[in-house]
């Protein structure tokens, strides 16, 4: 039986570890087979986490919180969890590889994953110009000419580092202002790459074998108009990764696991949530990890109540009210 098993490795999910490793709960991170490190692992540099002046890669970065989690002795596997059973006391835990796990409490930092346009074409072209990832295949379009969906942070970080390689960058936006911070804004806007394509949606991909095209629909006059790219990466947001708790943790109206307040504390009794899995609003690498750590001494403190009930139930002493509130 272990203490405490934390799964996901993002800033959330390694903060968390950093934290319940120095107070000798020996936690274990499941960490994903494929994914392991979370979003940033796909994230060119990094300028907002405090600490690095002249900004840091996001692999570096999730490297270091790895490597910093191993040294207070947390585990880290590479594995994906399949189901999970966390409505009794012991937390169960199924993964696809090195088989389950059995905890007194859990640390649910998922995170979340890339949202998708909803086309026909999409999936079918998804790895033969639709992408989801710049840093991951921005190297395969040398020359070309494509488009980035979307209006926020993520999507002028997408398309300023996608000018390295392409020849020319629109930038397709339902709005005629982008919501993205102002920096962001202005560094796309300046880029003599970038041309935005305001008031449209994507309402098609054609293309036999690649990309060819784009059919955009004005949001305003509804007309349709073809958009020649060889490319079209995709910059729309995140869905939280819940699925694993349907039917088990209460959700928020966003989709986002529900907490107590400011707390990381779900309808479960013993089981956390931390990161963008319960932050439908800011959605930082630094909030993801001083959610982190809230999840982890949350843990702790409920771990460290459940000893003392054992401690007084072994030594027949009454137990108060509050102390069984204090283990909830």
């Known amino acids: ?3 405490i098993v934390i799964i996901g490795s993002g800033p959330a999910g390694y903060t968390a570890a950093i934290y319940a490793a120095r107070a000798g709960l020996k ?3 499941l960490a994903s087979s494929v994914e392991a ?19 840091v890669m996001g692999p570096d970065l999730m ?19 399949t189901s999970l059973d966390i409505t ?6 199924e993964t696809g590889y090195s088989g389950s796990y059995d905890s007194r409490a859990l640390i649910f930092a998922t995170g979340s994953a890339y949202r998708k346009l909803g086309l026909p074409d999409e999936e079918r072209l998804s790895g033969r110009g639709v992408s989801w990832c710049a840093t991951c295949d921005g190297f395969f379009f040398k020359g070309k000419t494509i488009a980035v969906v979307g209006g926020g942070d993520s999507a002028m970080e997408e398309a300023t580092f996608l000018t390295r390689f392409a020849e ?4 397709v936006h339902r709005k005629d202002s982008l919501r993205a911070s102002k920096i962001m804004q202005e560094r796309a806007m300046t880029n003599d790459k970038i041309e935005f394509v305001w008031n449209s ?4 991909i054609t293309g036999e074998n690649a990309v060819e095209a784009l059919t955009l629909r004005d949001t305003i006059t509804g007309e349709i108009r073809e958009l020649p790219v060889q490319g079209l990466f995709v910059a729309i947001g995140n869905d939280p990764r819940v699925h694993l708790v349907h039917g088990q943790l209460d959700l928020t109206a966003e989709g986002t696991i529900a907490v107590e307040g400011r707390s990381s504390k779900t309808n479960l009794r013993g089981v956390f949530a931390a990161g963008d899995v319960i932050d439908p609003s800011y959605r930082q690498a630094v909030t993801a990890a001083a959610s982190g750590t809230v999840a982890a001494l949350d843990a702790e403190h409920f771990l460290a109540a459940l000893d003392q009930i054992e401690v007084e139930k072994a030594a027949g002493i009454p137990l108060e009210a509050e102390q069984l509130v204090s283990a909830e």
């Open 1 to 3: 039986m272990r203490d």
């Open 27 to 29: 936690p274990v991170v």
């Open 37 to 55: 490190g979370g979003d940033l692992m796909n994230t060119t540099e990094v300028e907002n986490f405090p600490g690095f002046p002249e900004g």
């Open 63 to 81: 490297s270091k919180l790895q490597e910093q989690a191993e040294k207070f002795g947390a585990e880290v596997i590479l594995d994906d969890v």
């Open 88 to 93: 009794g006391d012991v937390k169960h835990v």
């Open 168 to 171: 020319k960058v629109y930038v």
């Open 201 to 204: 949606e994507v309402a098609g």
